[in-house]
Nanobody, 115 residues
Framework: QVQLVESGGGLVQAGGSLRLSCVASGSIFTFNRMGWYRQAPGKQRELVATVTPIGFTNYADAVKGRFTISRDNAKNTVYLVMNSLRPEDTAVYYC?????????WGQGTQVTVSS
């Protein structure tokens, strides 16, 4: 079973940047879609961004123009570069991977943006 491990979260001031990484324990090439979701306290988990094996991307309106998702199939890694961070971006960020036989989540990484 492939496992997903996120890293790169932390505390940053508003306007700052962070890069999240999601490393899979196996090949990610078979995953139809990989992405990042986030869940703020008291709120439902929501989509942040997704990327297909050939690099097509999709973003939530709230992060368009500020966040960039990418994947490196050779390194079995998906990245989320977050620029111009806002306090409302504070949440636990989860990596997600979907294939024909798997629907996987990472353990999450905390991102806190101070005003």
């Amino acid at each position: 079973q492939v496992q997903l491990v996120e890293s790169g979260g932390g505390l940053v001031q508003a306007g700052g940047s962070l890069r999240l990484s999601c490393v899979a324990s196996g090949s990610i090439f078979t995953f139809n879609r990989m992405g990042w979701y986030r869940q703020a306290p008291g709120k439902q988990r929501e989509l942040v961004a997704t990327v297909t094996p050939i690099g097509f991307t999709n973003y939530a309106d709230a992060v368009k123009g500020r966040f960039t998702i990418s994947r490196d199939n050779a390194k079995n890694t998906v990245y989320l570069v977050m620029n111009s961070l806002r306090p409302e971006d504070t949440a636990v960020y989860y990596c997600h991977a979907v294939s024909a036989v798997n629907d996987l989540w990472g353990q999450g990484t905390q991102v806190t943006v101070s005003s």
